[in-house]
């Protein structure tokens, strides 16, 4: 299995609603991460958690909140989010958090769009 | 600061003629590099990295990349293209060695491939 499986592919909320994206993946990597992505830009970094713990966050502001259940699991908890947030949020996972040569396996993306 | 330069936001060709995406790179150290592709709402699919060893590199879909030093330049080739190589492609460097780091790409290049 070699996916990274991203849930919902679509999300409609409102600026007030409080909602979850998830991501899995069952390759046994140790490191996962968030991207968020504009239209036609390159992916921007969000956060990245190595052996289940949050080892960086790019000055999200906090109304972005991940969570790190446990190795193959990582939510992305929104809440009072504003238009400017709607994007494409990709997860993303990797082998070696410590060595860094391994590539990122990504998923497909949740599509979320904020009234 | 690590990053990856894309020079042109768009590359025009015609279906079996080669092809160029240039990247070039800024790094303290020895760089690992790597390119991406995404197609139209959808994830970004591994296509090669360069760690260390041969300059030239050989990928996924017929790719291939040349690592030149002196150049600090990664650019991606393909001898002949295809319609369906037409997509966005990103050009990306990782720290090494620094445990919990992640990804940073250039800003992509949309790649045309005309019949």
């Known amino acids: 299995d070699t996916e990274v499986t991203q849930t919902p592919k679509h999300l409609v909320m409102g600026m007030t609603n409080k909602k979850s994206l998830k991501c899995e993946q069952h390759?046994?990597?140790?490191?996962m991460y968030w991207y968020k992505q504009k239209a036609k830009k390159p992916p921007e970094l969000m956060f990245v958690y190595s052996y289940e713990k949050l080892s960086i966050n790019e000055s999200v502001p906090s109304r972005f909140s991940p969570e790190c259940p446990n190795s193959s699991l990582l939510n992305l908890h929104l809440h009072a989010l504003q238009p400017e947030d709607s994007a494409l949020y990709l997860c993303a996972s990797s082998q070696d958090p410590g060595g860094n040569t391994g590539e990122l396996f990504f998923g497909e993306g949740s599509r979320l769009t904020v009234l | 600061a690590q990053s990856v330069a894309q020079p042109e936001d768009q590359v025009n060709v015609a279906e079996g003629n080669p092809l160029t995406v240039k990247c070039t790179y800024s790094?303290?150290?020895?760089?690992?590099l790597f390119w991406y592709v995404q197609y139209p709402n959808r994830g970004l699919q591994f296509l090669l990295k360069y760690i260390t060893g041969d300059n030239l590199v050989k990928g996924s879909y017929g790719f291939e990349a040349e690592f030149n030093k002196s150049q600090t330049s990664f650019h991606l080739k393909k001898p002949s293209a295809l319609v369906s190589d037409s997509a966005l492609y990103f050009c990306?460097?990782?720290?090494?060695?620094?445990?919990?780091?992640?990804?940073?790409f250039g800003k992509g290049t949309t790649l045309s491939v005309s019949s």
């Open positions: 790094v303290s150290g020895n760089p690992y």
């Open positions: 390759m046994g990597h140790r490191a």
């Open positions: 990306a460097v990782r720290v090494p060695n620094q445990a919990g780091t992640a990804l940073i």
